[in-house]
């Protein structure tokens, strides 16, 4: 029923000493065959949506040990489409991101964190990011349709035919309200962390530069298209089921972003 609303050994020290439950999709990773090949991005888009958590204990569960319970319990599920590529082929992939509070060693400066549970991707190339940063990429199968109202992100069960999860936006022309764009300026600048052989790595964030994420398109329409909406999810009552475990509150915001730049990923 859908409810609205490694493999190595290093990989188990890392579960045991520094992490939680591995995610469920990883009996389905193995090594790449083909070579890595840096990525490099010039066009994608995506959708994105930030959902309160009802079930505070197993979302704890899911912090790993290296981190700490963060006062503000959110959850953060996106789909996007890496559709154009200067190298590496295109591909697909979806995350599902809790916020985490990292304290640092003695003397460094304590942050927030995306820390991601799970991320599917469509391509053998793009689980490279499991092995050399310690993304916890599974090879799946995920789509995202666009219309110009509506927008749906589907990410299916790594090694099954059935979604694993279902977000839909529906576009909406009305202005942000101030409690909104609040939101948007504390979670944008939050930062995406990997644990790769104990230590942690800082990917940075879409947001937080010089200018607000509802500015971007104003500031350089060029380079980035947004449009705001209600969102919708729907995900089965499986208890491996991430969203399922941590029972989702109601929607804060989501988004569709589209973005023309060049870029590669490379830790901070």
């Given amino acids: 029923m859908i409810k609205p609303a490694g493999i190595f050994i290093a990989s188990l020290f890392i579960v045991i000493f520094y992490g939680c439950t591995t995610d469920y999709g990883s009996q389905y990773v193995k090594p790449p065959e083909r070579k890595a090949i840096k990525h490099i991005y010039r066009e994608q888009d995506k959708i994105v949506a930030y959902f309160a958590v009802n079930n505070i204990k197993e979302y704890q569960k899911l912090v790993p040990n290296i981190f700490h319970l963060p006062s503000k319990h959110l959850c953060r599920v996106s789909v996007i489409d890496f559709y154009d590529m200067e190298s590496g082929p295109p591909y697909l992939e979806s995350a599902i991101d809790i916020l985490v509070h990292y304290p640092g060693a003695p003397g460094v400066k304590e942050t927030l964190g995306w820390y991601c549970l799970v991320m599917p991707v469509t391509t053998e190339e793009a689980l490279w990011g499991r092995f050399s940063w310690g993304f916890n990429k599974v090879r ?53 962390l990997t644990i790769k052989d104990g230590k942690i790595l800082n990917w940075g964030a879409t947001g937080g530069g010089k200018y607000k994420i509802y500015e971007l398109e104003k500031a350089a329409p060029q380079i980035w298209k947004l449009k705001f909406g209600d969102c919708s999810i729907e995900y089965p009552q499986d208890p491996r089921n991430y969203l399922s475990r941590m029972d989702l509150g109601k929607v804060i915001i989501g988004y569709w972003l589209k973005q023309r730049y060049k870029y590669s990923l490379a830790p901070k």
């Fill in 140 to 192: 799946g199968k995920v789509v995202l349709e666009r219309n110009e109202l509506k927008y749906t992100g589907t990410s299916f069960t790594p090694g099954k035919q059935t979604p694993d999860f279902r977000l839909n936006l529906e576009v909406k022309k009305t202005e942000l309200t101030a409690a909104q764009k609040s939101f948007l300026d504390f979670v944008s600048p939050i930062p995406a």
